[in-house]
Structures are given as structure tokens and as C-alpha cells.
């Protein structure tokens, strides 16, 4: 039973409406004492509240104030506490990303989508791509190229022509974005135990920044991503409506 619920809010004025809807009628309890935590927005909000509450044991369950709303289920207001009880649950690990710049900084993030090099000059990058420390390619010319899990396959990914990957699939994608050279490489299908780093060659002169999640990090020198297995994040969506069905629909639309 779900009988504490900690709401929050994206800052749109849609979101925080409804947040105080949803608190005069269901109360609010703090984040740490919560048994669910429901997020209202859209997924960007969604993706901030399963990072914010990594380390918290309450599943999310997310309703839609946005626009898209992929990892979010429709909102109504009305019988929330027997919907939540009703829930299907997903459970996903992130992936975390080291860069390392040109100027030797280091950072680390997590992403639950996917981790992205993009070109940050007007000439396409150009990246070494290596799978467990075996180099796999040499040299990729392109716009970009990212790493996504399933659960955000629909998203970034799907757009620059990746796979869509069942949510219980134990793989990543590995995606190009604009391939020049070699021309027609859509990428790769790789374990999900897989480490992968990408080396970016000619920096000075072929910028690269890489993001995850929303954390960018400009002039990159090489960058490193795997699945973070330590990490568990749980979601909750309306019977029928869970990850594994919505990627089905998206192939099917």
C-alpha cells in the first residue's frame, strides 16, 4: 500500500496547479518518509526526479503535465492511491560516464537515456571508438555518437535512426549521428555489461562536448560509459501501460 506520497513539481504552471490539487486531497509527506514519490511534469522532470531520489527506496510514479511524456502515465486526479496500488513496476540501471577534457579535468555523471558526444565546432568530430579495450574503430567521422539503454532507446537514440530495444533486453546501443565516414554506420548492438570509450581525435581542432542527461561537459579528450549496476532506479505505470508495451507501440506507429 502506497499510503505516503511525496508530489513533485516541474516549475510550469500546469505542474505546480495540480501539485496543490493533489496535496489538499492526498496530503504530503517529505521525500525520505514517502512510499512513492509521484513526479508531475514532463519526462525531462521525471529523469531529474529519478536522479534526485536515486538513494531513496520509493518507487516514482510519474504524471503527465507536459508534452510527450514517454515515462510519465496520463493525469487524473481522482483514485491515485488505488492506482498506485494497481501499478506495474520497471526497474532500470543508469549508465555512468567519465570525461576526461583536453585540459585534463575529469567528470563523472550518471544517465538514464543515454550518454552523447556531440560536435561543438562547424567540422565533424572525429572519434575512436573501443569496446572492453579492444578498439573496434579506428576512426568515425560524424556528427555525433552516444550510448543508450533501453529504456531511453525511444528517445535521442530513436531520433538519429538507433534501434528500439525491449526494456528488458540486456543490451545497449551504440548510435552514430550523421556518419560520414564510414558512410552508412548506424552503429551497434552491444552487452550491456560492455564498457565503451571514445578517444576524440584532432580536438584542438574538432571540438567535441559530451552530455549526460542535461550535464554537458565541453572539450572532451576521451569519454568512458557503462551500466552503473549499484544503482536501481523503480518506476510505476498504469497497468497496460508500462515501458515494455510503449516500446512496443513506437515500432508499431
Known amino acids: 500500500m502506497y499510503d505516503k506520497i511525496a508530489f513533485v513539481a516541474s516549475r510550469t504552471e500546469i505542474a505546480q496547479a495540480a501539485m496543490e490539487r493533489l496535496t489538499k486531497r492526498y ?9 512513492v514519490i509521484v513526479a508531475l511534469g514532463g519526462d525531462g522532470h521525471m ?14 510514479y ?3 503535465c507536459g508534452t510527450i511524456g514517454f515515462l510519465m502515465n496520463e493525469f487524473h486526479e481522482e483514485d491515485l492511491r488505488a492506482r498506485l496500488d494497481a501499478a506495474e513496476t520497471a526497474t532500470i ?7 576526461t577534457t583536453t585540459g585534463g579535468e575529469s567528470f563523472d555523471a550518471l ?10 565546432g562547424p567540422q565533424a568530430a572525429k572519434l575512436r571508438i573501443s569496446v ?3 578498439v573496434r574503430m579506428d576512426e568515425l567521422v560524424c556528427d555525433g555518437a552516444m550510448v543508450a539503454t533501453p529504456a531511453g532507446s525511444t528517445a535521442y537514440n ?24 564510414p558512410r552508412r554506420w548506424r552503429g551497434a548492438l552491444l552487452p550491456k555489461s560492455a564498457r565503451v570509450r571514445f578517444d576524440v581525435l584532432e580536438s584542438g581542432k574538432r571540438p567535441v562536448m559530451a552530455d549526460a542527461d542535461g550535464l554537458s561537459v565541453r572539450e572532451v579528450a576521451s569519454v568512458t560509459v557503462q551500466i552503473e549496476p549499484s544503482i536501481t532506479h523503480t518506476i510505476l505505470f498504469d497497468p497496460g501501460h508500462g515501458l515494455e508495451e510503449r516500446l512496443l507501440q513506437e515500432q508499431f506507429t
Do not use: C, W
Open 27 to 35: 496530503g504530503q509527506v517529505p521525500q525520505a518518509k514517502a512510499d
Open 158 to 181: 530513436y531520433s538519429a535512426n538507433g534501434p528500439i530495444l525491449p526494456i528488458g533486453a540486456d543490451v545497449l546501443a551504440l548510435t552514430a549521428m550523421a556518419a560520414f565516414r
Open 62 to 64: 510519474g504524471m503527465n
Open 132 to 134: 572492453d579495450g579492444k
Open 93 to 99: 540501471n543508469p549508465l555512468s560516464m567519465h570525461a
Open 47 to 60: 529523469l531529474r526526479t529519478l536522479h534526485d531520489t536515486q538513494d531513496l527506496p520509493a518507487p516514482v
Open 111 to 120: 544517465a538514464i537515456n543515454e550518454v552523447s558526444l556531440l560536435r561543438a
